[in-house]
């Protein structure tokens, strides 16, 4: 049942060009830029801020049986750390996860297909540049 869908989606034009290209991750081998190293750390507060915060308040809301505490702070909190985390994301640039998930596809559909041979393309005309 697995092998005809990772059939169908190693047809795709992305797949083929990640499985042709031999995408790996030599970008990281690079040193951040201030920008990209930022971006991380306000990923990584956007973390301290989303569900701790919401067990903390979770926690005074049962203990003073305020209840609205929770409702109403739980999804303040949650709405904050996503958007700590999509400015992070902003910051860190997207070059670096366009880079992962193309690595990542071609390593997941490689081994789930078992060989590459079966499954690298004509490059010809049909794939765009990368």
């Known amino acids: 049942m697995l092998k005809p869908l990772v059939k169908r989606i190693s047809k795709t034009t992305y797949v083929r060009s990640a499985i042709a290209d031999r995408a790996d991750l030599s970008v990281f081998k ?47 909190a949650y709405g904050l750390s996503h958007l700590v985390f999509i400015l992070g994301a902003y910051l860190s640039g997207a070059q670096y996860a366009a880079v992962f998930f193309r690595w990542a596809t071609r390593v ?16 010809g005309d049909k794939c765009p540049p990368p």
Do not use: F, N
């Open 30 to 76: 690079h040193k951040p830029t201030q920008r990209v190293i930022w971006g991380l750390v306000v990923i990584a507060i956007s973390y301290v801020i989303g569900w701790p915060a919401i067990t903390v308040l979770g926690v005074v809301a049962a203990c003073t049986k305020e209840p609205l505490i929770l409702l109403v702070g739980g999804p303040l």
């Open 108 to 123: 997941t559909v490689e081994k789930l297909m078992g060989a590459t041979s079966e499954i690298a393309p004509d490059r």
